[in-house]
């Protein structure tokens, strides 16, 4: 019998949730996502100090901004991860235009523009975008321009609701740190079938499903592989080497846990205007904890970056 990472190829779309492109190459996922985070850690590492360098060089030669070599070293990467996995590569505008819709427009064709630049072209780029009102509002523009998007940080259904009334092409339910916010509460203890994370993808998965919503559901940030096998079946599932290697280690059969042709009870439609949308996610705690929470921490490791070029530019200088 196979391992239970091949038998999950056979039911949903394996994706490496990370910027480090040796683990891309023994897994053999079909796309890969990146965030600051997973840049700022795999740009540490020696192996890929030639896309930090070719950035820097890059941007001494211009006389660019800080912004601008952050920006390439995120394409660096990104690039040289296409050349690995035949699908999708996610890359995330600034956190810091979270709550900016001209902003993260003009970032995510900047973005976009850069791969070009590369040969790289745009069906073969996610655009990562958090999933605040003012980002399903670029999302809903880039979209109509042909840019497809990853809406990330999602903690709630509304926000996949209303990801999906913009057409992202994506949504990332983050499983695992909406698992953290319960604990943290006092909930639990929790299995896999039970775990709250797990629950709210089987949820937006039986809406889309339901209603005929083409948007992928790809979910994300998980704590162990016991949430992964309770979301076998889902259209993508962004995994972590730890974990994709523990999957490959494991025997024993994996059970198909969601299947469109057996949802269950969908959520009943709805749709939102923006005071809807503010007041529904705020009347939700964890998601709006972890919302504002999930863009501080991806913010941090931004900063970081910036300062860790900004420091290379003024010794290359």
């Given amino acids: 019998m196979p391992n239970k990472l091949e038998?999950?190829?056979?039911?949903?779309?394996?994706?490496?949730?990370?910027?480090?492109?040796?683990?891309?190459?023994?897994?053999?996922?079909?796309?890969?996502?990146?965030?600051?985070s997973l840049i700022l850690k795999a740009s540490e590492m020696p192996g890929y100090a030639r896309l930090v360098e070719e950035a820097i060089a890059w941007g001494r030669r211009q006389g660019a901004a800080v912004g601008d070599v952050t920006d390439r070293v995120a394409v660096n990467f990104g690039t040289e991860i296409t050349k690995i996995v035949p699908g999708r590569v996610s890359t995330e505008v600034d956190a810091d235009l979270s709550f900016d819709t001209e902003g993260t427009v003009a970032k995510a064709k900047k973005l976009i523009a850069?791969?070009?630049?590369?040969?790289?072209?745009?069906?073969?780029?996610?655009?990562?975008?958090?999933s605040t009102w003012e980002g399903l509002q670029a999302v809903r523009r880039l979209q109509a321009e042909g840019i497809d998007c990853n809406m990330t940080l999602i903690f709630s259904l509304a926000q996949a609701v209303a990801a999906a009334e913009a057409k992202a092409f994506l949504v990332s339910p983050f499983v695992g740190r909406i698992l953290d916010w319960h604990v943290k509460a006092?909930?639990?203890?929790?299995?896999?079938?039970?775990?709250?994370?797990v629950k709210s993808v089987h949820a937006i998965y039986a809406y889309y499903k339901a209603y005929g919503i083409k948007t992928v559901v790809m979910g994300a940030s998980f704590r162990n592989t016991g949430e992964i096998e309770a979301l076998a079946g889902c259209d993508r599932?962004?995994?972590?080497?730890?974990?994709?290697?523990?999957?490959?280690?494991?025997?024993?059969?994996?059970?198909?846990?969601?299947?469109?042709?057996?949802?269950?009870?969908?959520?009943?439609?709805?749709?939102?205007?923006?005071?809807?949308?503010?007041?529904?996610?705020?009347?939700?705690q964890m998601a709006t904890e972890k919302l504002s929470e999930g863009i501080r921490i991806f913010n941090r490791d931004l900063q970081a970056l910036r300062a860790m070029v900004e420091q290379r530019l003024a010794v290359a200088a």
């Fill in 7 to 36: 038998q999950l190829r056979a039911m949903s779309t394996v994706v490496a949730d990370t910027g480090d492109m040796e683990s891309m190459r023994v897994f053999r996922p079909t796309d890969a996502t990146t965030n600051p």
């Fill in 114 to 130: 850069l791969y070009a630049e590369r040969g790289v072209g745009r069906e073969r780029i996610l655009i990562k975008v958090a």
């Fill in 186 to 197: 006092g909930g639990g203890p929790y299995d896999a079938d039970s775990d709250p994370g």
């Fill in 237 to 284: 599932l962004t995994i972590s080497p730890q974990f994709l290697e523990a999957l490959s280690k494991e025997e024993g059969e994996l059970a198909r846990r969601l299947d469109p042709e057996h949802l269950g009870l969908a959520p009943p439609r709805v749709a939102f205007d923006e005071k809807r949308f503010r007041w529904i996610l705020n009347e939700d």
